[in-house]
Structures are given as structure tokens and as C-alpha cells.
């Protein structure tokens, strides 16, 4: 009968280390996993808060925008908490840009030649620029009769025949592709305004749209406008209120006024209100569009 060997009380106590130091090495992993998932989600939760800060102080700008007082001159639009949270507000003229409804509103020839060479300067070729203007006008009208290079009802496309309602729906007007294809058309344009250019928010582009408005009478007005330090939406900046006064400024004569009166305006009461919240480096920006001409702004968009 054969003999059982027996192990060494050593071979025994080392087997049981390699047992204690495998146990730890698991343990160890399985801390470092927790700890790794504790940090993880620690992140998320700190994350989310500086998510839901940084709109909260979004939302602070705009509603500071939106008051009847506040212009893109008052004082505070910046505002920070010891450095980590705040809001930056710009305050923008929302008559500055091309009201795309109001140009083409009772087809008006000198409205639409605007139109035209606002079209123009986006590189539209003349057999573009009539194409798209007709084509456009066929979807806003309120009828199916078809222009000369417009496009009414036909299969797969149907003109919504009333005004835009939103400068998206541009993209659904049949021939808008080369007007697509310009970088910042859109930026140029809204449906907001009261219609008329402000001569108070346009920049110099709109302002050489304006018939009547020479180089000369541009540079020169720009020069009131901004005052002293040459700056638009600061404190020095020329307050005009009357169409009588900004004449005698250019030199226009009662004629050549009264055909500026046609295309323009001065202080259009809806304004573009861009608020920027951050908590530490997460940044939300909200951009609303009101009409400020009371007590209690009527929101025309809202983007957030």
C-alpha cells in the first residue's frame, strides 16, 4: 500500500499567501472600479448642475433684455458671480435687417428692386434674381396665378400663399437654391421688424441698398450715429427722433426725404435679445426676438 506524500507546513503557508495576495489584488481592482464609477458619476451630477446654472443665467439676461428700459446701452449687461457664474446680454435692432415680408408685400417695384440688389450682392445671377423674386412672390400671394418665371401649383409642390413664417420656409420656395448656397443670407434677414430699415441698427451693406443714400450721406451719417468713439450701442451715440432733423444733418431735401421715409424708419421698437449663461466653462446662449413698445414685450421667437 502506497504512502500519501504529505506537504510542508512552508509549501502550505505559501500557497495561502498567494490566496491573501490574490484576494487583495481583487479587492484593489474592485476599489479602483468604485472609485473610478464614484468619480464618473460625481462628474455627471456636477455637470448637470453647471448645465442648469448656466441656463438660470441665460434666462436672467434675457429677462433683464426684455425690459421696457433696458437698450443696448444700459449699464449691466454683463454681469458675474464671484467669477464662476454670469451672463453677457447684447442687444441688437432687429430693424437692421431685411424684412423679407414687408419687401415683397404689395409688390412694390422699389421694394422689390431692393430685394434684387440685396440679391445681387449674395451673387445671384439677373436671370436668378428674377426667377427667385417671382417664385417667391407666387408662394406668398394669395392666388394661383403664375408670374412670368414663377411656379404655381404643380405636382410635389404646392406655394403656401401667405406670408412667411419663418425665414426657414425660404428653403421650400422652388429656385431659392442659389440664394441657399451664399454664406449668411439668413442673418440678413426677418420677419419681425415693423418693415422698414432702421436707419438707427442697419449696417453700412443695408444702408447702400437705400435709394437716395449715396456713399458720401453714408459715411457721413455713420459718423453721427456713432459719436465720438465711432462705436454703434454706446453711450455718445447720436440720438435721432425725427426724419426733419437726420435731413437737415445729410443736406436731403424735402423731396429727397420724403422718399427715404419710404424705405425707412428710425428707432424700431423690436429688438434681438442675446443672453449668454456660463457656470465655470459650460456656456448657454438663449436668443429671443421682442416687440418692446409697452409694458410687456410681446416675444415674436425664441430660441434656446
Known sequence: MMKRARTSPTHDKGSALLLVIWAIIMISAAMVAWISWAQTDLERAANANRDVEARAMAHSGIALGLHPLVSEKTPGLEESINGLMGFRVRLVGEGGRLNINWLVTEEQPQRLDLLKRWLELHGLTFEERETFVDCLLDYVDADNVKRLNGVEDEPGYVPANRPLQSLDEIEKVRNAGPLLRSPGWKEELTIYSSGPIDLTAADEAVLRLIPGLGEARIVRFLQLRRGRDQLD????????????????????SKTQLQELQRFTTIKDTTQRIISEGYSADVVRQIEVVAQKSGANPAIRYWKE
Do not use: C, I, R, V
Not at 239 to 247: C, P, S
Open 233 to 252: 450701442g454706446t453711450e455718445d451715440d447720436m440720438q435721432f427722433t425725427k426724419f426733419q432733423e437726420l435731413g437737415s444733418y445729410l443736406g436731403l
